[in-house]
Nanobody, 125 residues
Framework: QVQLVESGGGLVQAGGSLRLSCAAS????????MGWFRQAPGKEREFVAA????????YYGDSVKGRFTISRDTAKNTVYLQMNSLKPEDTAVYYC??????????????????WGQGTQVTVSS
């Protein structure tokens, strides 16, 4: 059973930083794409970042490009999201996911079939 466990969320002031972690288990991920999405109350799930497990490719949503960095540690089966220069509009529950349907674009939630429980990020003014 694939299991994804996010951690690292919390409350920070605008301009601050957080690093989220996603511990993955249950299968090999060598051919996978790992994604980070976020969802604020009343809004649709939004693409944040994605990385090929190989590390060859990374992708970022326009709203976080230049501020967030996705990376992975293959030895630990863990994906990270380093979030810098945080803004109040970054406030959301952040989810990590593993893709199952590569026919879908990397930024589409429909590409991913396994999701973590989410971790809350709150950015205050």
């Amino acid at each position: 059973q694939v299991q994804l466990v996010e951690s690292g969320g919390g409350l920070v002031q605008a301009g601050g930083s957080l690093r989220l972690s996603c511990a993955a288990s249950g299968r090999t991920f060598s051919g996978s794409t790992m994604g980070w999405f976020r969802q604020a109350p009343g809004k649709e799930r939004e693409f944040v970042a994605a990385i090929r497990w190989s590390g060859r490719s990374t992708y970022y949503g326009d709203s976080v490009k230049g501020r967030f960095t996705i990376s992975r540690d293959t030895a630990k089966n863990t994906v990270y999201l380093q979030m810098n220069s945080l803004k109040p509009e970054d406030t959301a529950v952040y989810y990590c996911a593993v893709d199952t349907y590569p026919s879908e674009p990397y930024y589409s939630p429909r590409r991913y079939d396994y999701w973590g429980q989410g971790t809350q990020v709150t950015v205050s003014s």
